[in-house]
């Protein structure tokens, strides 16, 4: 079969290396691609946004499955127009994706299927959202309704920053329409875990639990990102509590949208925090969250390619879905200055020393081939990623693979997976 992979990040070098394992996978396109992707198919430069030229070139090159990694494309519809063309397409419709691609609707499927949220508020007027914000007074969450790029959420400790942040939003549209549009909610403490399940629209298999680590340095401090490192399973979610989890955060949701007609099929994200009254759902990602889907695919045994084709065919309870016991643990390593400016064109050594190594392999993400020199070209840059028979060991052998690798002005987290290990003693 000839697969298209849409995206440019870990995750997609992620889901190229574990689909090209598949004994019936001949080639693999990937739509941008990377430095990574371009090491086991072929690279073809168009953007993950285009649908019009993605469709194109999945009718010319005869594709017989699209994986779509990041969710602006599922959001944007490319599942519908694949559909259409008779091309499968792994990743839900434009009107599921919408429980990513807008927090309000996200909020309202929640509240009208009974899974547990933060109380919210959705505005469309500025002058509405102030005065909310004055009545209720700080701590508050303020997020813009549409997709941005994960700045889009403000965590406010006082009034006034809830208030500015509605006026960035709204009034100053820093975000575009994305911003139109806000929900304002009740500010949740404690633990934060990434429950993942592949969905066929009725049925799912659950994938173990996971944990990101969005902000940029040590302890949790500096501003966010999409992702310093995760590792899989999460302490905080042990498997005991995998099923109830799904039936609290996952079932309601695919029930909901199939009597809308509108069945999920794809990866289904749930962000829950563990709060002293339970998980809470914090966000739905309608894709594997990048970089959870590096362990995660790491510790997958059950072949990629028959779970997608089951998703999106209906059939998922027809197959067994089952990772390995061992944990994995991912390391990002990024460029001085993400996820602010960062320098780009730095020459990369020892991915081969470090790839050599059992149970680990580096993910590429913001690199590209330059003649027979692998270089960054992106914010994160790599991400790390070993197998090991328990989190201190899987940790260690990342930091080991990290050590091999080098290029100027590079960053990582040392604390990937403390959390983690805490929580285990
Ligand atoms: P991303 O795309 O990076 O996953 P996002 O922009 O879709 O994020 P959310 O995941 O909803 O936004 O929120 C981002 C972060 O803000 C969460 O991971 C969490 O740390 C924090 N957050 C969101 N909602 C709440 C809440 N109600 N209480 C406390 N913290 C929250």
């Avoid at 965590?155 to 994305?178: C, H, L």
């Avoid at 298999?205 to 401090?221: V, W």
């Avoid at 005991?240 to 009597?259: G, M, V």
Wanted: hydrophobic share 40%.
């Amino acid at each position: 079969m000839k697969i298209l992979i849409v995206g440019s990040g870990g995750r997609e070098h992620a889901l190229c290396w574990k689909l090209a394992q598949s004994p019936k996978v001949e080639s693999i396109l990937c739509a941008p691609g990377n430095g990574g992707t371009a090491q086991i198919g072929e690279n073809i430069d168009i953007k993950d946004d285009d649908i019009p030229a993605l469709v194109k070139l999945a009718k010319d090159r005869e594709i017989d499955l699209v994986v779509v990694g990041p969710e602006m494309p599922l959001v944007l519809g490319l599942e519908n127009s694949l559909t259409q063309e008779g091309i499968p397409c792994f990743g839900p419709n434009a009107f599921a994706a919408n429980l990513e691609g807008s927090k309000a609707f996200s909020k309202n499927v929640m509240a009208d299927a009974g899974v547990p949220t933060a109380a919210f508020r959705v505005f469309d007027e500025y002058e509405a959202a102030v005065a909310f914000i004055k009545e209720r007074g700080a701590p508050l969450v303020v997020k813009a309704d549409g997709l941005a790029a994960g700045k889009g959420v403000i965590v406010a400790t006082s009034e006034e920053e809830a208030i500015e942040a509605v006026e960035e939003m709204m009034v100053k549209k820093v975000f575009g329409s994305a911003g139109d549009r806000v929900v304002i909610e009740e500010t949740l403490k404690g633990e934060e875990a990434s429950f993942l399940c592949f969905c066929d629209g009725t049925n799912y298999a659950m994938l173990p639990s996971s944990q990101d680590h969005k902000a940029a340095y040590e302890g949790d401090t500096g501003p966010n990102t999409g992702g310093m490192g995760a590792y899989s399973p999460a302490p905080i979610l042990p498997k005991d509590k995998y099923a109830e989890t799904a039936e609290l955060c996952i079932k309601p949701i695919l029930r909901h949208l199939a009597a809308k007609g509108q069945p999920f099929k794809g990866v289904l994200y749930a962000g829950l925090m563990y709060t002293e009254n339970g998980p809470s759902v914090l966000e739905y990602n309608v894709r594997f969250g990048d970089p959870e889907c590096q362990p995660l695919l790491m510790r997958l045994e059950t072949d990629l390619l028959t779970i997608m084709f089951a998703c999106i065919d209906g059939k998922l309870d027809q197959i067994e879905v089952t990772s390995t016991s061992q944990t994995a643990c991912g390391v990002v390593i990024a460029a001085e200055g993400y996820p602010g400016s960062y320098p780009k064109g730095m020459e990369i050594t020892g991915l081969e020393d470090a790839d050599a190594m059992d149970g680990v392999k580096v993910f590429q993400a913001g690199t590209k081939v330059d003649s027979d020199k692998i270089v960054t070209s992106g914010g994160r840059v790599l991400c790390v990623t070993a197998l090991g028979d328990d989190l201190a060991a899987a940790r260690e052998k990342a930091y080991e693979a990290v050590g091999k690798v080098h290029f100027d002005k590079s960053y990582y987290r040392n604390d990937i997976a403390d959390k983690g290990l805490k929580r285990l003693k």
